[in-house]
Structure formats: structure tokens, C-alpha cells
């Protein structure tokens, strides 16, 4: 346990601890918002309109080479 040997010090620390709480609470909101948007339906089509394409390119080269 930290002793402390003035009340500055101990305010410095609580404002540092809160300073670092504010950025952890930040964080989670940006990681928050970044998945919320990958789980969009619009996501999900483009996801699911690539791989058709991907398929279909595949499909249709291999007919034409038979």
C-alpha cells in the first residue's frame, strides 16, 4: 500500500486514476460502436455479395473450360 506524504500527491494520483478511467470508458465505446457497425445488415450483404461473386466468377470459368 502507497503512503502519501502530502495532499497534493494523493490528488495527483486521483486525478491521474480518474484520467485513466475516462480513456478505459472511451476505449470501450470505440470498440463498442466498431462492432456494432460490423454487425450491420448492410455489412452482412457486401459480406455475402463477395463471396457470390467469388463463386460465380469460379462457377462460370469453370463451365467455359469444360
Known amino acids: 500500500m502507497k503512503t502519501y506524504k502530502s495532499y497534493s500527491?494523493?490528488?495527483?494520483?486521483?486525478?491521474?486514476l480518474s484520467l485513466e478511467r475516462r480513456i478505459a470508458l472511451e476505449k470501450m465505446k470505440l470498440h463498442k460502436n466498431k462492432i456494432g457497425n460490423e454487425l450491420e445488415p448492410k455489412?452482412?450483404?457486401?459480406?455475402?455479395y463477395?463471396?457470390?461473386q467469388k463463386y460465380g466468377v469460379?462457377?462460370?470459368m469453370r463451365r467455359?473450360?469444360?
Open 9 to 16: 500527491d494523493v490528488q495527483r494520483d486521483l486525478k491521474q
Open 43 to 48: 455489412q452482412w450483404m457486401i459480406s455475402v
Open 50 to 52: 463477395k463471396v457470390a
Open 58 to 60: 469460379y462457377f462460370i
Open 64 to 66: 467455359l473450360l469444360r
